[in-house]
């Protein structure tokens, strides 16, 4: 049973490019977390999906950052326009039921914004 | 606003002794806790955790204590080993969908 998967492990962009990280969860699992940690910080919460559906979205950044899951393919989030501050670790964690119980995380994505 | 807090960035143990990891939390609705581990360049691996109607959870060598009133807890590992140099990260919950977390306390055991 494979892991939570996450592509690109890393990713360089310039300022002002988009940047699209990819969110393969669990086999059996419909529930995505999305979570960035910035250097010398712990991880914070920025999104949390189902198939389909935002559920919470109260740790987005208003501008700029969406998310998606689709019914089919990898849980996607999405930079518009990025900016140095977006330079950060960007973790993915699935679930297999509501509630935060045990998250299961990806291996991350690094952004560097240059 | 930090509610989860790891006041040890760093921590060093002799192998076999005990390692004690602290964490405390500002949010008395949180009643969810649990304890993440996480190496270089991967994701943090879940490794146990403790809801607020106990005080105590064992597995193996990791033993997570609570202590409400304080709104602190810590994790043991005894005996510690050189594979469980890490950063370790204390989460909680509220009953919503997202954990906070710590900033980490960086575990080095010494060979």
């Known amino acids: 049973n494979a892991g939570v998967m996450q592509n690109p492990r890393h990713l360089v962009r310039r300022r002002g490019q988009e940047a699209r990280l990819r969110c393969s969860p669990m086999k059996g699992h419909s529930h995505v977390y999305w979570y960035r940690q910035l250097p010398e910080e712990g991880l914070k919460f920025m999104v949390y999906l189902q198939k389909e559906n935002i559920i919470d979205e109260s740790g987005m950044p208003k501008e700029r950052f969406s998310a998606e899951f689709p019914k089919e393919g990898p849980s996607i989030l999405r930079i518009q326009q990025v900016v140095r501050g977006d330079s950060a670790a960007y973790f993915c964690a699935s679930s297999p039921r509501q509630g935060v119980y045990e998250q299961y995380f990806g291996p991350g994505t690094r952004l560097t914004v240059t | 606003d930090q509610q989860v807090k790891q006041n040890s960035p760093s921590l060093s143990v002799q192998e076999g002794r005990i390692s004690i990891l602290n964490c405390d939390y500002t949010?008395?609705?949180?009643?969810?806790f649990l304890w993440y581990k996480k190496y270089p360049a991967e994701g943090p691996t879940f490794l146990i955790s403790?809801?607020?109607?106990?005080d105590k959870n064992e597995d193996g060598r990791f033993t997570v204590f609570l202590n409400k009133s304080a709104k602190h807890l810590s994790l043991h590992i005894v005996p510690s080993q050189p594979g469980d140099s890490a950063v370790y990260f204390c989460?909680?919950?509220?009953?919503?969908?997202?954990?906070?977390f710590g900033t980490g306390t960086r575990l080095t055991v010494i060979p």
């Open positions: 949010n008395s609705m949180f009643d969810y």
């Open positions: 989460a909680a919950s509220g009953g919503a969908n997202n954990l906070f």
């Open positions: 403790i809801s607020s109607i106990k």
